[in-house]
């Protein structure tokens, strides 16, 4: 199976700041046919299912605010949030669906400062 | 408006069984592949089950292999998961989820409100 480790676990940043996630895979997500990351980012908040946010490791999803950005290839990915805003707060997740076992990271859990 | 209504949670024994069901609208269900994806109380996400979009094609989490079933009726738009054996460790909200895009699985753009299930005498 991939491990998807995630990094910090928690983090608290400042309205307006910058955030910053870490995500690494166990083994590469890149698929060389296409040359296509097989990574995404949910966001989910509490009493709800998550929601996607970035796939294909940068690919903002419809709807999704121009301030989350995905970067990375092959295992080391990272979500950024550029400029914090309060109603960012909320767990974060990476993934791979690059096979079965589809795998989740252990969560980021994001506050405000 | 794309819609995922999960029902059949609930309280179960160990060693008991449940069935949850996933209705699907807002979207051709027979298109896309479907998940099941579950988080324990107050863990991270984990994902359990997937199935193609014709049902042919099926998936299991090592955790669950042998003892639950996913399945799909696409005359209903509706997904199903056979859980038997139930253990405490399958204490968990389920979510079912679908396919952002045809003939890929694993990538979810919509996901249900979740299921309670809760394994305990």
């Known amino acids: 199976d991939i491990v998807m480790t995630q990094s910090p676990d928690s983090l608290a940043v400042s309205l307006g700041e910058r955030a910053t996630i870490n995500c690494k895979s166990s083994q590469s997500v890149l698929y060389s046919s296409n040359s296509k990351n097989y990574l995404a980012w949910y966001q989910q908040k509490p009493g709800q299912p998550p929601k996607l946010l970035i796939y294909w490791a940068s690919t903002r999803e419809s709807g999704v605010p121009d301030r989350f950005g995905g970067s990375g290839s092959g295992t080391d990915f990272t979500l950024t949030i550029s400029s914090l805003q309060a109603e960012d707060a909320a767990v974060y997740y990476c993934?791979?669906?690059?096979?079965?076992?589809?795998?989740f990271g252990q969560g980021t859990k994001l506050e405000i400062k | 408006e794309v819609q995922l209504l999960e029902s059949g949670g609930g309280l179960a024994q160990p060693g008991g069984s449940l069935r949850l069901s996933c209705v699907a609208s807002g979207f051709t269900f027979s298109n896309y592949a479907t998940s099941w994806v579950r988080q324990a109380p107050g863990r991270g996400l984990e994902w359990v089950s997937g199935?193609?979009?014709?049902?042919?094609?099926?998936y299991y989490a090592d955790s669950v292999k042998g003892r639950f079933t996913i399945s799909r009726d696409n005359s209903k738009n509706t997904l199903y998961l056979q859980m038997n054996s139930l253990r405490a460790e399958d204490t968990a909200i389920y979510y079912c989820?679908?396919?952002?895009?045809?003939?890929?699985?694993?990538?979810?753009?919509?996901w249900g409100q979740g299921n309670l299930v809760t394994v305990s005498s």
């Open positions: 993934q791979q669906y690059y096979t079965t076992p589809y795998t």
């Open positions: 199935i193609g979009d014709s049902g042919d094609t099926t």
């Open positions: 989820a679908k396919s952002r895009e045809e003939q890929l699985g694993g990538l979810y753009d919509y």
